[in-house]
């Protein structure tokens, strides 16, 4: 079993910054695919950002309201922790973030929620105008 946990979430001020831990126990999350995704109240959880650490391929969501080029997915296998620095922040993207874990870092399925076998419980991040 892997446990995951966020942080980091808070209020920023639009143009602001943030940047979201996530941290995994259990079990090493090294060659594990590890995503971010969000939901808004009212809204089905939509994908972020993952990392196929056996590909070495970087994802972003490339919808209408992108955040390619604003938010940026690394993580750390010594310390067990992925993390998500969210610059340039806007109203749009206050959401509940949730970190993932998919184990066998094959999937190709990276931006969909159904992918990831374990979760974390979320961080609250909002965006003022």
């Known amino acids: 079993q892997v446990q995951l946990v966020e942080s980091g979430g808070g209020l920023a001020q639009g143009g602001g910054s943030l940047r979201l831990s996530c941290a995994a126990s259990g079990r090493t999350v090294s060659t594990y695919a590890m995503g971010w995704f969000r939901q808004a109240p009212g809204k089905e959880r939509e994908f972020v950002a993952a990392?196929?650490?056996?590909?070495?391929?970087?994802?972003?969501?490339d919808y209408s309201d992108s955040v390619k080029g604003r938010f940026t997915i690394s993580r750390d296998n010594a310390k067990n922790m992925v993390y998500l620095q969210m610059n340039s922040l806007k109203p749009e993207d206050t959401a509940v973030y949730y970190c993932?874990?998919?184990?066998?870092?094959?999937?190709?399925?990276?931006?969909?929620?159904?992918?990831?076998?374990?979760w974390g419980q979320g961080t609250q991040v909002t965006v003022s105008s």
């Open positions: 993932a874990a998919e184990p066998t870092g094959y999937s190709s399925d990276y931006d969909v929620p159904t992918t990831y076998t374990y």
């Open positions: 990392h196929r650490w056996r590909a070495g391929i970087t994802y972003y969501a």
